[in-house]
C-alpha cells in the first residue's frame, strides 16, 4: 500500500484553476516536481475582457466584468507582466504547451471566464496534451465552490466527472 509516484495532480478553482496549471509549466521548465495531472474549474487564462462570454455575462451573473477587471489590477497592472504565461497562460505558445500533464478543464456557461477556460483547453489539446473538457450549462462561475450550489446537478456532475477522471488516470476505474 505504498504512493504511487504518478499520482501528483494539481487542482483549482477559478484563480486557483490559473495556479494549478502555471505550476505545471513552470515545473515543466524547471524539470520537477513531476505533476502528472492538472484539473482546472472555469480557470482564470487570460488577462483579456472582450471575449464573447466576458460581454454576455458582463453584469449580474455573480461574477461581473468589471470585478475581473478588478481583481487583475489587484494583481497588476503592468501589460508586460499580464502578457507572461504565467499570469495568463492562454497566451503561451503551443510549443511552450507540450508535454504537459494530461488536463480537465470544466467551465460554467454563465460566467465571464467560460471563453478564455474553453480556449484554454483548446491550446493545450493543439500542444498534444490529452484533454477533457466540459460545459455545464446554466450555471455561473464558481459554481464547484459556494455552498448554496452544492447539491446543484452542475456541481454534482462535474464532481463526479472530476472524480472519475482522476480516478480513471491513476488507474483506478
Known amino acids: 500500500m505504498g504512493w504511487k509516484i504518478n499520482t501528483l495532480t494539481v487542482a483549482g478553482d477559478?484563480?486557483?484553476?490559473?495556479?494549478?496549471?502555471?505550476?505545471?509549466i513552470l515545473s515543466k521548465y524547471r524539470n520537477?516536481?513531476?505533476?502528472?495531472?492538472?484539473?482546472?474549474?472555469?480557470?482564470?487564462?487570460?488577462?483579456?475582457?472582450?471575449?464573447?462570454?466576458?460581454?454576455?455575462?458582463?453584469?449580474?451573473?455573480?461574477?461581473?466584468?468589471?470585478?475581473?477587471?478588478w481583481f487583475w489590477d489587484q494583481y497588476t497592472?503592468?501589460?508586460?507582466?499580464?502578457?507572461?504565461?504565467?499570469?495568463?497562460?492562454?497566451?503561451?505558445?503551443?510549443?511552450?504547451?507540450?508535454g504537459l500533464p494530461d488536463a480537465m478543464v470544466i467551465t460554467g456557461e454563465a460566467d465571464v471566464?467560460?471563453?478564455?477556460?474553453?480556449?484554454y483547453a483548446t491550446k493545450l489539446r493543439e500542444s498534444g496534451v490529452d484533454v477533457t473538457a466540459a460545459r455545464m450549462e446554466a450555471i455561473i462561475h464558481d459554481f464547484v465552490m459556494l455552498n448554496s450550489l452544492d447539491q446543484t446537478n452542475a456541481c454534482r456532475a462535474a464532481m463526479d466527472m472530476s472524480v472519475e477522471w482522476v480516478n480513471r488516470k491513476n488507474g483506478k476505474a
Open 113 to 119: 471566464l467560460r471563453d478564455e477556460g474553453e480556449m
Open 32 to 69: 520537477g516536481p513531476k505533476i502528472y495531472k492538472q484539473l482546472m474549474y472555469y480557470p482564470v487564462t487570460n488577462a483579456y475582457f472582450d471575449t464573447p462570454s466576458y460581454i454576455q455575462f458582463a453584469t449580474d451573473y455573480y461574477l461581473y466584468r468589471e470585478g475581473m477587471m
Open 14 to 24: 477559478s484563480v486557483g484553476g490559473n495556479m494549478a496549471t502555471v505550476m505545471t
Open 77 to 98: 497592472t503592468s501589460e508586460k507582466d499580464r502578457h507572461e504565461i504565467t499570469a495568463s497562460p492562454l497566451r503561451a505558445a503551443t510549443e511552450q504547451l507540450r
